[in-house]
């Protein structure tokens, strides 16, 4: 596809419970970045990734949120022991290379939602 | 990065050129002025950027005041479609910050 691709667009999950999100970026983009957006809020940046590595995780909010990029494509958003805080939109982005000056191109996210 | 204030919300008739504005009285000389929006549903889309000249490009102008402390989104023919909140977010090119910090944006209705 041409656009960032998220799956799935919708996860219901119950308190405790461990789930992956998954992020297609676009084909060549070398930079991919995570976002979570709660209601009423602008998006809230987790992690970046340049290549296969994380240049950046501060955004992560603790130790139960890992995500990973094993290839330099497709990236996973882990959370373990979900809590119900959690719940919100998770947004992946990708750019062409690291941003400078240029533009980064959003999925259309995963809506969250933790019982 | 500067911190950047917007109105919450505004409202334009269809048509009529929308004039986001927002203020960045902190910004660096090196910080870009970024502005994204966001229809219901689907992520950020980028509209436009700029560092000190007036930029523009098929969706939108970009007007920044000499001093850079403020700066203009301009939609010269709102549609329906045009319906977003619309992010202004000021951010440096240094290697390494690939942050984009989004603050609560101006919701724009575009009133038929």
């Known amino acids: 596809g041409a656009g960032v691709s998220q799956t799935p667009s919708n996860k219901v999950t119950e308190k405790g419970k461990y789930v992956e999100l998954r992020c297609d970026p676009i084909?060549?983009?070398?930079?991919l970045y995570w976002y979570r957006q709660s209601l009423g809020q602008g998006p809230e940046f987790l992690i970046y990734f340049q290549g296969t590595g994380a240049a950046d995780d501060s955004g992560l909010p603790n130790d139960r949120f890992f995500a990973v990029r094993p290839e330099g494509s497709v990236s996973t958003l882990k959370i373990q022991r979900t809590e119900r805080g959690d719940s919100a939109v998770y947004l992946c982005?990708?750019?062409?290379?690291?941003?400078?000056?240029?533009?980064?191109?959003f999925g259309q996210g995963t809506r969250l939602t933790v019982v | 990065d500067a911190k950047t204030t917007q109105p919450t919300s505004m409202d334009c008739a269809e048509g009529r050129a929308a004039n986001l504005p927002c203020n960045h009285s902190t910004i660096s000389g090196n910080e870009y002025v970024y502005w994204y929006r966001q229809i219901h549903s689907q992520g950020p889309q980028y509209i436009i950027h700029?560092?000190?000249n007036n930029e523009t490009n098929e969706m939108a102008s970009l007007i920044i005041t000499e001093d850079r402390k403020s700066s203009t989104l301009i939609l010269p023919h709102a549609t329906l479609r045009d319906t977003a909140v619309y992010y202004c977010?000021?951010?440096?090119?240094?290697?390494?910050?690939?942050?984009?910090?989004f603050g609560t944006g101006t919701r724009l209705t575009i009133i038929p």
């Open positions: 084909s060549g983009h070398t930079a």
């Open positions: 982005a990708s750019s062409l290379t690291p941003l400078g000056s240029t533009e980064a191109f």
């Open positions: 977010i000021v951010r440096s090119p240094d290697f390494g910050n690939e942050k984009l910090t």
């Open positions: 700029g560092l000190k």
